[in-house]
């Protein structure tokens, strides 16, 4: 097989590839291609154990994979044969599909509508669209309007006051530049725009959609998929049925069951001229009928090229209809393959002027959906004030739409001017622009998260915010909206080859991603890192996106992949070379350990990071070390010198701007507060860690400061608050398929049901917990389901069923090394008696 031959699209081609190599060279067996790659990576200088498994190899030539090891497939290719040439090739192949595939999971949702202050006909659409609360798609080539007939019927049931809000997911199913949306992703978006969480982890691609349709209806949205592609990416995303519409919109007609389809065609001749009226004057279309019927008539009755030319000719008063029917005529002989909307804009932008030219020329050259005004100013190296008179020439000629404060093109407008850039600007004018936008979007980034307390997790060397400060209350806003582009503009294919800006990015945006319940995202972004810097061979950046990729993924409950990349972390820098990234890599192992139950492995991982900390001077990974050794302390009984440590870790984390940390901080303290008996305190610290997360935004810390809270409020003898509390926490933690906190959130709530004397749903609560902890092998929790099954049994004076439970309990306890172990004991010796 010829690797310049390859063609691959996805990773079932890879696998394809994988498969058909593997033929070839004699079908060596996968143990096989285990120690040829082991080979390989002992060559490189890595460990021996740095090999994968038989299992992780065989996965490799499965179809059905959502996410592969660019580096695993690098070497399989090498184990499989291909000599440096073809294997830089396989390399690059590879390469190529992991951003083709994750660039697709880039996506965002929208609230702020663009309408056309000229909307004209269309009344019969209108009609059955405004009527029936249903699934349309409306279909047609471009430019034919569909998408501002879906934003007038959408605008149309809130004026009615049948629904509330409006929500726009851009499928990009034709976008000139970027890869269609995932079907998936967006569906996942839209339930964290709509949820405040992430739903990504649901179980099943069916529940996810039922709870889009409940979120739709409670919230009374219309939701509007604009320009999607293919049946596939509609089955992903759109939801069963609702009692308000989803307005669909694609170029092409789709066979899709259960939904009423509008195949929109150009406007009738009366319409036609009725928008051109609406643009240019009624007058002016009474003096000369005859050219404005010739004027719509070649532009096809098309409501774009109508809106674009009308602009024009209001804009041009020396000219009459018959000369723009002639200009037009003369635009259609010069292009080859002539098109109505390419007529129009072609002739719209000879009327600019330089400046203008210029910003639409390059703005289209550039990545992202749309931009910032002063996003604009930094791509056109030009003072604010100079870009905004130059967006007004290109907003009154309907070359760009802006809503708020969002500035956009057409896919039409965007190809027309991006083709013109290729002939008219040399390429390092748009990889000048580019370098000016990345560092924009760069610095906005580092400003944000610094101004918003969400610190990096790892050493701020890859990135220097300029001395402008950011509002504290505009910085989340500022990353919520700029997101896609950031994430766009990490891809290496639109970064300029320059791998420092998709390392710095990762950095950068750890920690917001994180708190903000963004792993997908976090999880892509650090992959395209880790890919560059293998790619480079630089073992620093390699170690940073394994330890910033293992920290996401120990958040989203897959331990054993974090723990590996923790470890191909600490095989890569030591402590000399890279002592901030050795030491996160450390308290981030001693939190896996914590989980398994291996209390002084997880002590001993603490207490290196904490002594590399030391030795280096670097407060900045202090606070985190500090609150998770204050963690195993509570484990261990010692409440009271927990609760000095997390003061003290949280007193750090507000010294560094680390709200995050800060706030974790917070919500342990509240606990150990409940552990000492000081309820009241406990309450108040909790609500006050509730309060902040809001306003953060940081959906880590409202659950487990909720459960807090509804412990303490059960403590306290208000029950029927406890159980709203924690009621909604076990919901939310569902919706977002958060286990970990959904364990902790049944716990609370048998012990509830037990201070209510509701013995059933205890049992019932309780026995769904322990399944969690055994499905999680969260031994102490399990230690803490038969403690709670033996008092439920004491209570019912069972006292069979209870010593039989809290033997269990004992044993469990007993394992891990907790003091509870010691309660379990005298709670024995009291049935004994």
């Given at each position: 097989?010829?690797?310049?031959?390859?063609?691959?699209?996805?990773?079932?081609?890879?696998?394809?590839?994988?498969?058909?190599?593997?033929?070839?060279?004699?079908?060596?067996?996968?143990?096989?291609?285990?120690?040829?790659?082991?080979?390989?990576?002992?060559?490189?200088?890595?460990?021996?154990?740095?090999?994968?498994?038989?299992?992780?190899?065989?996965?490799?030539?499965?179809?059905?994979?959502?996410?592969?090891?660019?580096?695993?497939?690098?070497?399989?290719?090498?184990?499989?044969?291909?000599?440096?040439?073809?294997?830089?090739?396989?390399?690059a192949a590879c390469f190529a599909v992991q951003n083709r595939v994750e660039s697709a999971k880039v996506v965002s949702v929208a609230e702020?509508?663009?309408?056309?202050?000229?909307?004209?006909?269309?009344?019969?659409?209108?009609?059955?669209?405004?009527?029936?609360?249903?699934?349309?798609?409306?279909?047609?080539?471009?430019?034919?309007?569909?998408?501002?007939?879906?934003?007038?019927?959408?605008?149309?049931?809130?004026?009615?006051?049948?629904?509330?809000?409006?929500?726009?997911?851009?499928?990009?199913?034709?976008?000139?530049?970027?890869?269609?949306?995932?079907?998936?992703?967006?569906?996942?978006?839209?339930?964290?725009?709509?949820?405040?969480?992430?739903?990504?982890?649901?179980?099943?691609?069916?529940?996810?959609?039922?709870?889009?349709a409940r979120e739709l209806d409670r919230q009374r949205c219309v939701l509007l998929l604009d320009d999607a592609s293919v049946r596939e990416?509609?089955?992903?995303?759109?939801?069963?049925?609702?009692?308000?519409?989803?307005?669909?919109?694609?170029?092409?007609?789709?066979?899709?069951?259960?939904?009423?389809?509008?195949?929109?065609?150009?406007?009738?001749?009366?319409?036609?001229?009725?928008?051109?009226?609406?643009?240019?004057?009624?007058?002016?279309?009474?003096?000369?009928?005859?050219?404005?019927?010739?004027?719509?008539?070649?532009?096809?009755?098309?409501?774009?090229?109508?809106?674009?030319?009308?602009?024009?000719?209001?804009?041009?008063?020396?000219?009459?209809?018959?000369?723009?029917?002639?200009?037009?005529?003369?635009?259609?002989?010069?292009?080859?393959?002539?098109e109505a909307v390419t007529s129009a804009i072609a002739l719209s932008y000879r009327r600019l002027d330089v400046s203008a030219r210029r910003?639409?020329?390059?703005?289209?050259?550039?990545?992202?959906?749309?931009?910032?005004?002063?996003?604009?100013?930094?791509?056109?190296?030009?003072?604010?004030?100079?870009?905004?008179?130059?967006?007004?020439?290109?907003?009154?000629?309907?070359?760009?739409?802006?809503?708020?404060?969002?500035?956009?093109?057409?896919?039409?407008?965007?190809?027309?001017?991006?083709?013109?850039?290729?002939?008219?600007?040399?390429?390092?004018?748009?990889?000048?622009?580019?370098?000016?936008?990345?560092?924009?979007?760069?610095?906005?980034?580092?400003?944000?998260?610094?101004?918003?307390?969400?610190?990096?997790?790892?050493?701020?060397?890859?990135?220097?915010?300029?001395?402008?400060?950011?509002?504290?209350?505009?910085?989340?806003?500022?990353?919520?909206?700029?997101?896609?582009?950031?994430?766009?503009?990490?891809?290496?294919?639109?970064?300029?080859?320059?791998?420092?800006?998709?390392?710095?990015?990762?950095?950068?945006?750890?920690?917001?991603?994180?708190?903000?319940?963004?792993?997908?995202?976090?999880?892509?972004?650090?992959?395209?890192?880790?890919?560059?810097?293998?790619?480079?061979?630089?073992?620093?950046?390699?170690?940073?996106?394994?330890?910033?990729?293992?920290?996401?993924?120990?958040?989203?409950?897959?331990?054993?992949?974090?723990?590996?990349?923790?470890?191909?972390?600490?095989?890569?820098?030591?402590?000399?070379?890279?002592?901030?990234?050795?030491?996160?890599?450390?308290?981030?192992?001693?939190?896996?350990?914590?989980?398994?139950?291996?209390?002084?492995?997880?002590?001993?991982?603490?207490?290196?990071?904490?002594?590399?900390?030391?030795?280096?001077?670097?407060?900045?990974?202090?606070?985190?070390?500090?609150?998770?050794?204050?963690?195993?302390?509570?484990?261990?009984?010692?409440?009271?010198?927990?609760?000095?440590?997390?003061?003290?870790?949280?007193?750090?984390?507000?010294?560094?701007?680390?709200?995050?940390?800060?706030?974790?901080?917070?919500?342990?303290?509240?606990?150990?507060?409940?552990?000492?008996?000081?309820?009241?305190?406990?309450?108040?610290?909790?609500?006050?860690?509730?309060?902040?997360?809001?306003?953060?935004?940081?959906?880590?810390?409202?659950?487990?400061?909720?459960?807090?809270?509804?412990?303490?409020?059960?403590?306290?003898?208000?029950?029927?608050?406890?159980?709203?509390?924690?009621?909604?926490?076990?919901?939310?933690?569902?919706?977002?398929?958060?286990?970990?906190?959904?364990?902790?959130?049944?716990?609370?709530?048998?012990?509830?049901?037990?201070?209510?004397?509701?013995?059933?749903?205890?049992?019932?609560?309780?026995?769904?917990?322990?399944?969690?902890?055994?499905?999680?092998?969260?031994?102490?929790?399990?230690?803490?389901?038969?403690?709670?099954?033996?008092?439920?049994?004491?209570?019912?004076?069972?006292?069979?069923?209870?010593?039989?439970?809290?033997?269990?309990?004992?044993?469990?306890?007993?394992?891990?090394?907790?003091?509870?172990?010691?309660?379990?004991?005298?709670?024995?010796?009291?049935?004994?008696?």
């Amino acid at each position: 097989m010829v690797t310049s031959d390859l063609r691959l699209e996805d990773w079932d081609d890879v696998s394809s590839w994988l498969r058909e190599r593997r033929a070839e060279v004699g079908m060596p067996t996968y143990r096989d291609l285990v120690r040829r790659v082991r080979e390989l990576r002992v060559a490189r200088g890595l460990a021996p154990h740095d090999a994968p498994g038989r299992g992780t190899v065989y996965d490799c030539f499965k179809q059905g994979r959502r996410r592969m090891d660019v580096e695993l497939l690098a070497d399989l290719g090498r184990a499989l044969g291909l000599d440096e040439t073809q294997a830089r090739e396989w390399d690059a192949a590879c390469f190529a599909v992991q951003n083709r595939v994750e660039s697709a999971k880039v996506v965002s949702v929208a609230e702020q509508v663009h309408h056309t202050p000229h909307f004209v006909g269309r009344e019969a659409e209108l009609r059955a669209l405004g009527a029936r609360a249903q699934t349309w798609v409306i279909s047609e080539l471009p430019g034919v309007g569909k998408t501002q007939l879906a934003i007038q019927v959408a605008q149309s049931w809130v004026h009615r006051g049948e629904a509330e809000r409006i929500l726009v997911a851009d499928l990009r199913g034709y976008h000139p530049t970027r890869a269609p949306a995932h079907g998936a992703a967006m569906l996942d978006e839209l339930l964290r725009v709509l949820t405040g969480s992430s739903a990504a982890r649901l179980e099943t691609q069916e529940r996810r959609r039922a709870l889009l349709a409940r979120e739709l209806d409670r919230q009374r949205c219309v939701l509007l998929l604009d320009d999607a592609s293919v049946r596939e990416q509609l089955a992903q995303v759109l939801p069963p049925p609702a009692r308000l519409p989803v307005l669909v919109t694609t170029r092409q007609r789709c066979d899709i069951p259960n939904v009423e389809h509008l195949h929109l065609d150009p406007l009738p001749t009366d319409d036609a001229l009725g928008l051109l009226a609406a643009v240019v004057g009624e007058s002016l279309v009474a003096q000369e009928p005859h050219h404005a019927h010739a004027i719509v008539t070649r532009l096809g009755n098309l409501p774009l090229a109508i809106d674009v030319t009308g602009r024009r000719i209001a804009d041009t008063p020396g000219w009459n209809l018959a000369d723009h029917v002639e200009a037009l005529d003369q635009q259609v002989e010069l292009l080859r393959n002539p098109e109505a909307v390419t007529s129009a804009i072609a002739l719209s932008y000879r009327r600019l002027d330089v400046s203008a030219r210029r910003l639409l020329r390059v703005l289209a050259s550039q990545p992202g959906t749309s931009h910032s005004p002063a996003a604009l100013a930094a791509i056109l190296d030009a003072a604010p004030d100079i870009t905004a008179q130059t967006l007004s020439e290109l907003e009154d000629a309907s070359l760009v739409q802006i809503s708020g404060e969002r500035v956009e093109l057409h896919d039409l407008v965007r190809v027309h001017a991006a083709a013109i850039s290729l002939d008219e600007d040399p390429p390092r004018l748009r990889l000048q622009a580019r370098g000016r936008l990345l560092d924009h979007y760069l610095d906005g980034a580092a400003r944000a998260v610094v101004a918003s307390g969400l610190a990096p997790l790892v050493s701020r060397e890859d990135f220097d915010p300029s001395p402008t400060s950011m509002p504290a209350d505009g910085a989340l806003a500022w990353l919520e909206a700029e997101r896609e582009n950031l994430l766009t503009l990490a891809d290496p294919r639109e970064s300029s080859a320059r791998p420092h800006f998709t390392h710095a990015l990762s950095a950068c945006l750890a920690k917001y991603l994180e708190v903000q319940g963004l792993y997908r995202d976090a999880v892509r972004l650090h992959h395209l890192s880790l890919s560059l810097a293998q790619r480079a061979a630089d073992p620093r950046a390699q170690a940073r996106a394994h330890v910033l990729l293992g920290q996401v993924l120990l958040r989203v409950g897959e331990q054993q992949d974090a723990t590996q990349h923790l470890q191909r972390a600490l095989d890569l820098v030591d402590t000399a070379t890279d002592p901030d990234t050795h030491a996160s890599a450390e308290n981030s192992l001693g939190v896996t350990a914590w989980q398994s139950g291996d209390y002084a492995e997880s002590e001993a991982h603490f207490n290196r990071a904490l002594a590399t900390v030391n030795a280096h001077d670097t407060t900045r990974r202090a606070a985190p070390i500090l609150g998770n050794l204050a963690v195993l302390a509570e484990a261990g009984g010692d409440y009271q010198g927990a609760l000095s440590a997390q003061q003290q870790a949280r007193e750090l984390s507000r010294a560094d701007h680390d709200r995050a940390a800060a706030l974790i901080a917070l919500s342990n303290i509240s606990s150990l507060h409940i552990s000492l008996q000081e309820y009241d305190e406990g309450e108040r610290a909790a609500r006050t860690a509730l309060c902040e997360a809001e306003a953060l935004g940081a959906r880590g810390v409202l659950a487990p400061a909720g459960i807090n809270l509804g412990v303490a409020l059960t403590k306290l003898g208000r029950l029927d608050e406890a159980e709203q509390v924690l009621t909604t926490v076990l919901e939310k933690s569902r919706d977002n398929a958060d286990r970990h906190h959904e364990l902790g959130a049944l716990i609370a709530l048998s012990e509830l049901a037990l201070a209510q004397d509701r013995t059933d749903a205890a049992r019932t609560s309780c026995h769904q917990a322990g399944a969690i902890a055994r499905e999680l092998q969260l031994p102490f929790w399990e230690a803490r389901h038969h403690q709670l099954l033996a008092e439920i049994a004491e209570h019912l004076n069972d006292r069979s069923t209870a010593h039989e439970q809290w033997t269990t309990a004992h044993q469990l306890y007993a394992r891990v090394e907790s003091p509870l172990a010691h309660q379990a004991a005298l709670a024995l010796n009291r049935l004994a008696r």
